[in-house]
Nanobody
Framework: QVQLAESGGGLVQSGGSLRLSCAAS????????MGWFRQAPGKEREFVSA????????YNADSVKGRFTISRENAKIMVTLQMTSLKPEDTAIYYCAASDKRTVVPGTTEAEYDYWGQGTQVTVSS
């Protein structure tokens, strides 16, 4: 079992930056692929970014490429999402997720993840 807790959300102006963090506890963190998803009001939850358990592969959704960067610090049992050049359409609740499937490629769909955090709100004003 893995417990995940997101932090770092808030209100920011368009063009600004935020850094989200996800602290993990439970089974060895280094065994898990980690992902970030988001859900905007009235929309389904969507993939944002993922990093493999090996820290070798990273993937971003097309909508955030060049603006968001995912990284993990296994020693700190933490994964972060650095978000820059934020847009109003980035407004959503952001969720951290963990997958215990040690695949080479980290998952990009909800079904591929086993554990979820409670989410943190990100609001980008225009």
């Amino acid at each position: 079992q893995v417990q995940l807790a997101e932090s770092g959300g808030g209100l920011v102006q368009s063009g600004g930056s935020l850094r989200l963090s996800c602290a993990a506890s439970g089974r060895p963190f280094s065994n898990y692929a980690m992902g970030w998803f988001r859900q905007a009001p009235g929309k389904e939850r969507e993939f944002v970014s993922a990093i493999s358990w090996s820290n070798v592969r990273k993937y971003n959704a097309d909508s955030v490429k060049g603006r968001f960067t995912i990284s993990r610090e296994n020693a700190k049992i933490m994964v972060t999402l650095q978000m820059t050049s934020l847009k109003p359409e980035d407004t959503a609740i952001y969720y951290c997720a963990a997958s215990d499937k040690r695949t080479v490629v980290p998952g990009t769909t909800e079904a591929e993840y086993d554990y979820w955090g409670q989410g943190t709100q990100v609001t980008v004003s225009s």
